[in-house]
């Protein structure tokens, strides 16, 4: 109950095109959900988060959709670029839960 | 200039010998946090601390140790218990204890001789 699904494991996607990646959660009392970006050798960055009262939150090229009844939420991708190329994590928190509860990441390659 | 900071970048072990990994935040956070990365895998949790004085393990503490004497500072001891440390180290912090928005430094790259 303490997991958080990540898939896919790994992505490739056109330049130009979307990128989704999705996250699925058994704990109902998790109510903070952010994503990270990180670059190879370096760490981890916070990319945006959603909280379950809203159902979208959108930054930029960058969207999450949230779906508490089915308990998934989604990073998109809008025009990807090359430069997007990283690996994205999911995670999420709330409960009795002090520390994040990581999904397993993506690996994303934008191709030129 | 706000941060965290981690170091070295890289660091050499031999068999048998304990290593400590440094990291420091000035960031006023009250919660730390240590993690591994191994190549192609998520974070796994080592150990975390909400508060000065105080620490708890997490999923893989075995052949970890950590200390937390001052709030800038949680170093991370790799003793010889632990059989296979190659990874990747990360470092984290909190503004409080809840651990959202933990803000990463840039790691350390441990490697066995």
């Known amino acids: 109950q303490q997991q958080v699904k990540q898939s896919p494991q790994s992505l490739i996607v056109q330049k130009g095109g979307i990128s989704i990646i999705n996250c699925a959660y058994e704990n109902t009392a998790f109510d903070y959900f952010p994503w990270y970006q990180q670059f190879p050798g370096k760490g981890p960055a916070l990319l945006i988060a959603?909280?379950?009262d809203v159902s979208e939150k959108k930054e930029g090229r960058f969207t999450i959709s949230f779906n508490k009844s089915a308990k998934q939420f989604s990073l998109h991708i809008m025009d990807s670029q090359p430069g997007d190329s990283a690996t994205y994590f999911c995670?999420?928190?709330?409960?009795?839960?002090?520390?994040?509860?990581w999904g397993a990441g993506t690996k994303l390659i934008i191709k030129p | 200039d706000g941060g965290i900071t981690q170091s070295p970048k890289y660091l050499f072990r031999k068999e048998g010998q304990n290593v400590t990994l440094s990291c420091e935040q000035n960031l006023n956070h009250d919660a730390m946090y240590w993690y591994r990365q191994d190549p192609g895998q998520g974070l796994r949790l080592i150990y975390y601390?909400?508060?000065?004085?105080?620490?708890q393990k997490g999923d893989i503490a075995e052949g970890y140790s950590v200390s937390r004497e001052k709030k800038e500072s949680f170093p991370l001891t790799v003793t010889s218990a632990q059989k296979n440390p190659t990874a990747f180290y990360l470092c984290a912090s909190s503004p409080g204890g809840r651990g959202e928005t933990q803000y990463f430094g840039p790691g350390t790259r441990l490697l066995v001789l």
């Open positions: 959603i909280r379950p």
């Open positions: 601390s909400q508060i000065v004085n105080d620490f």
């Open positions: 995670a999420a928190s709330g409960g009795s839960n002090y520390q994040l509860i």
